[in-house]
């Protein structure tokens, strides 16, 4: 792009500034590195979708307000729900497009929501004229991935555990462990949690309702509540 007015503006230069891929860079880094990196900059609207098609240039994405829900998606239309994405803090950076060429994907904003999507290569081929600041970014990117492999880490538990009861708890732990409080939101619909713990979507919904009716949890559509500490600590 070559009119960079929308980005640049005092309010997102505030906000970029926080997140982690830009940590430690003052205005005039991150304004250079955005001319030299030309990101496609999105305003979107919650519950407002963007769709990249296969072929599509490798992207990585910041977002550094609002929040979205990354999507693959098959070739028989079957969604998959691959990250939720909040502005700002490690997680902001979406990690999901870096090889996979021939796969479609989905962004869809669950609220009002501010994002720039750039190529990888901006960061990894050295310019000379940005090589210090390009060095920074990259040192700030290994960072995030931490949070990337806490992440998985963490998907790959829930997987592992031997029935759907087990999962859910084990899932709800993760949360109230991150929320430090008995009490939290999930960012997951009912579908996406079934799909997120490789689960039937009615015996997902049988197990919460059997672990509320036991008195272990209250819950209202993404809303949680933890009722015994037997199962949870934080």
């Known amino acids: 792009m070559e009119n960079y007015d929308e980005i640049l503006t005092a309010e997102n230069l505030a906000h970029i500034k926080t997140h ?36 599509t240039k490798r992207r990585l994405g910041v977002v550094f307000t609002g929040s979205v829900k990354v999507f693959s998606i098959d ?12 502005g700002s803090g490690a997680v902001g950076t979406m990690q999901f497009m870096m090889e996979y060429y021939n796969m479609l994907f989905e962004i869809v ?4 929501t501010r994002l720039m999507l750039f190529t990888p290569d901006s960061l990894l081929i050295a310019d000379e004229s940005v090589v210090m600041i390009q060095h920074k970014i990259l040192v700030n990117l290994m960072a995030s991935k931490r949070q990337l492999f806490v992440n998985l880490s963490e998907h790959l538990v ?23 409080s008995y009490e939290f939101d999930i ?7 079934a799909i997120y713990l490789a689960v039937d979507r009615a015996s997902l919904s049988r197990s919460l309702s059997r672990l509320k009716r036991e008195g272990v949890i209250d819950f209202n559509k993404n809303h949680f509540k933890i009722l015994t500490t037997r199962y949870f600590r934080y």
Not at 75 to 86: E, F, I, K, M, S
Not at 187 to 193: G, T, V
């Open 20 to 55: 982690i891929l830009f940590s430690g860079l003052d205005d005039n880094e991150i304004i250079t590195f955005i001319k030299h990196a030309d990101p496609l900059y999105l305003e979107l609207a919650g519950e407002e979708r963007m769709t990249l098609e296969p072929g």
């Open 75 to 86: 070739y028989d239309g079957n969604r998959t729900v691959l990250n939720a994405v909040q």
């Open 109 to 112: 904003a669950t609220e009002n």
């Open 158 to 180: 829930c997987l592992s555990q031997k029935n759907i009861r087990d999962k859910i708890l084990r899932f709800l732990k993760i949360n109230s462990e991150i929320a430090r």
């Open 187 to 193: 960012q997951y619909s009912r579908d996406e949690l």
